[in-house]
């Protein structure tokens, strides 16, 4: 399939981003094969799904992450502050969200750390993956030069790929140098030029993050193996599976 559709932190256009329910809602999509999360270290070292270094803007928790134990994490709401139905959702583990996609979906895992606030992410996230046999279904993803560095020293095997909001000259020598055969780029980063480029040298590309229809179509024009990260999937299938206007125009004609 083209232009492969990607749930960011799940089908969080809908459910509380990076919850068990988003992770849900999108396997429930024929059409996502991958979902996009991020992953820190609580306190005591458990690998957990979460965006934000600190805790205020989803959940009813104040503080950082990282100086937050497992056991505090779990007892937490995660889901009244995007909408009420949601009330109690928890903060998910890595190990559980593995759990629940292995052999249904693919991962991409952001390794969301900056400098070294997580020593040790990159080791008890492989831990996680490599327990449950998953090398072959997950990239692990990361603004983070250090981190992807690390991830390959410890799993040489292991898929990377950077983040960037940028547009260097020399991007393809970078992504060399990393070992990284995945990017996910700011999608007004993105042209024909250096899709063709990139794509070439075996590299995956993914667009981020895309919820308005006419710019994903337009995208769609760059290149077939652009995949597509949007918090809204269903957006995603109305521009590249369902029929376009013009042919429902014709189907109503026919069997009037």
């Not at 889901?79 to 583990?93: C, D, L, T, V």
């Not at 970078?174 to 055969?181: F, G, P, V, Y």
């Not at 995956?204 to 895309?210: D, G, I, L, Q």
């Amino acid at each position: 399939m083209d232009h492969l559709c990607v749930a960011h932190r799940g089908f969080s256009g809908i459910a509380p981003e990076n919850t068990i329910a988003a992770f849900k809602l999108a396997l429930e999509q024929p059409f996502v094969h991958w979902i996009e999360l991020d992953v820190q270290l609580s306190k005591d070292g458990v690998p957990v799904v979460i965006h934000d270094f600190t805790l205020e803007r989803t959940t009813n928790g104040m503080g950082r992450v990282k100086d937050t134990d497992w056991k505090d994490l779990q007892r937490l709401d995660a889901g009244s502050w995007k909408n009420e139905q949601y009330h109690g959702e928890p903060i998910p583990s890595l190990a559980q969200v593995l759990d629940l996609c292995r052999g249904r979906v693919s991962l991409n895992i952001e390794l969301k750390t900056a400098g070294d606030i997580y020593p040790g992410l990159e080791k008890a996230v492989l831990r996680e993956i490599v327990m449950r046999g998953m090398e072959g279904e997950v990239v692990l993803t990361s603004f983070e030069r250090t981190a992807l560095r690390r991830a390959k020293e410890l799993a040489p095997d292991i898929r990377t790929g950077l983040i960037i909001d940028a547009r260097p000259n020399d991007l393809a020598k970078q992504l060399e140098n990393l070992r990284c055969s995945f990017l996910s780029m700011g999608y007004p980063r993105l042209d024909r030029k250096l899709l063709k480029d990139l794509t070439s040298r075996g590299i995956t590309v993914m667009a981020w993050t895309v919820d308005d229809r006419r710019i994903m179509r337009r995208l769609s024009t760059l290149h077939p193996e652009l995949m597509i990260c949007t918090n809204w999937p269903d957006r995603w299938e109305q521009v590249f599976l369902l029929p376009k206007p013009r042919i429902w125009h014709y189907i109503r004609k026919l069997i009037r």
